[in-house]
């Protein structure tokens, strides 16, 4: 499947800043069943000043903000091919072992919810793949799918006693979980093509745990499915820090207002 992909991120700073630095993971990354066609992009109110590979093998690059400038505006535009594997992105690389997926960070360290969800799973715990796909429908049963009750902050454990959040939300969770069941697991942010739109509000969020003979298995408890043709992978890494698609420092700011703009859709691919 060929997916066009349209992105536009635009920050507006009231007063002017007088100094800021974004850090961008928006390329997609190149990994089986993906091929990244062609992708530009373009910015307004800020300069490149390095790109590079990070050590989770994302994409980045380093934007300084013109001094004084009252927006910075980010666009994003590509082609990129996908394909169904069922989920499966196969074997472990990059430069980062397999334990660090084992290690729980603050976004995704389990308390005493998390550990109780842990234990209600009926699943045989020596087959993995039917484990994870417990625990995905787990984390869904416990929290509902629904906007502004968290934040880039908000920790997994937090979100699942507040029983309401987000993609990210519930990507940490299972992350959480998985961990604390001696499973390696990942966050990923990407894109996702709606079958009942193209026009959407933000990018989005799932998760991948390591399975023995298949390598990184992608579970998008959201949706209560693993990825398909219709999911673009952009960055990956331990929580949503680390894949986060815009992190930054800036002085002089005071008030900050974000509007994104997102369309993703399937392209005829000629013969």
Same mark, same amino acid.
């Given at each position: 499947?060929?997916?066009?992909?349209?992105?536009?991120? #635009?920050?507006?700073? !009231?007063?002017?800043?007088?100094?800021?630095?974004?850090?961008?993971?928006? %390329?997609?990354?190149?990994?089986?069943?993906?091929?990244? #066609?062609?992708?530009?992009?373009?910015?307004?109110?800020?300069? *490149?000043?390095?790109?590079?590979?990070?050590?989770?093998?994302?994409?980045? @690059?380093?934007?300084?903000? !013109?001094?004084?400038?009252?927006?910075?505006?980010?666009?994003?535009?590509?082609?990129?091919?996908?394909? !169904? #594997?069922?989920?499966? /992105?196969? $074997?472990?690389?990059?430069?980062?072992?397999?334990? *660090?997926?084992? @290690?729980? @960070?603050?976004?995704?360290? $389990?308390?005493?919810?998390?550990? &109780?969800?842990?234990?209600?799973?009926?699943?045989?715990?020596?087959?993995?793949?039917?484990?994870?796909?417990?625990?995905?429908?787990?984390?869904?049963?416990?929290? &509902?799918?629904?906007?502004?009750? @968290? !934040?880039?902050?908000?920790?997994?454990?937090?979100?699942?006693?507040?029983?309401?959040? /987000?993609?990210?939300?519930?990507?940490?969770?299972?992350?959480?979980?998985?961990?604390?069941?001696? /499973? $390696?697991?990942?966050?990923? %942010?990407?894109?996702?093509?709606?079958?009942?739109?193209?026009?959407?509000?933000?990018?989005?969020?799932? &998760?991948?745990?390591?399975?023995?003979?298949?390598?990184?298995?992608?579970?998008?408890?959201?949706?209560?499915?693993?990825?398909?043709?219709?999911?673009?992978?952009?960055?990956?890494g331990r929580d949503f820090a680390e894949a986060a698609p815009v992190t930054g420092i800036s002085f002089g700011a005071g008030r900050t207002e974000l509007s994104v703009s997102l369309a993703v859709e399937q392209q005829a691919v000629q013969q």
């Amino acid at each position: 499947m060929r997916l066009s992909v349209r992105h536009e991120t #635009r920050y507006r700073f !009231d007063p002017p800043l007088a100094h800021g630095l974004q850090r961008l993971r928006l %390329s997609p990354k190149e990994t089986h069943g993906q091929q990244v #066609r062609e992708w530009r992009m373009k910015l307004a109110g800020g300069r *490149v000043e390095a790109s590079y590979e990070d050590h989770n093998g994302n994409h980045v @690059t380093l934007v300084s903000l !013109d001094p004084g400038t009252a927006e910075l505006a980010i666009a994003c535009t590509g082609l990129v091919d996908t394909a !169904d #594997r069922a989920g499966v /992105v196969g $074997p472990h690389t990059g430069r980062l072992p397999l334990w *660090v997926f084992a @290690t729980q @960070t603050p976004l995704t360290r $389990p308390g005493a919810r998390m550990r &109780a969800l842990i234990a209600g799973l009926g699943a045989d715990r020596s087959d993995r793949l039917a484990l994870l796909h417990a625990l995905s429908r787990a984390v869904l049963e416990a929290m &509902a799918y629904a906007i502004g009750h @968290t !934040d880039s902050q908000t920790g997994a454990e937090e979100a699942l006693a507040a029983g309401k959040g /987000v993609c990210q939300d519930h990507a940490q969770v299972f992350i959480g979980c998985a961990r604390a069941l001696g /499973v $390696p697991a990942r966050y990923v %942010s990407g894109y996702l093509m709606m079958n009942d739109r193209i026009e959407q509000e933000a990018g989005h969020a799932w &998760a991948e745990a390591h399975v023995d003979g298949l390598g990184w298995v992608g579970f998008d408890v959201s949706n209560a499915i693993s990825p398909d043709a219709r999911y673009v992978r952009v960055a990956s890494g331990r929580d949503f820090a680390e894949a986060a698609p815009v992190t930054g420092i800036s002085f002089g700011a005071g008030r900050t207002e974000l509007s994104v703009s997102l369309a993703v859709e399937q392209q005829a691919v000629q013969q």
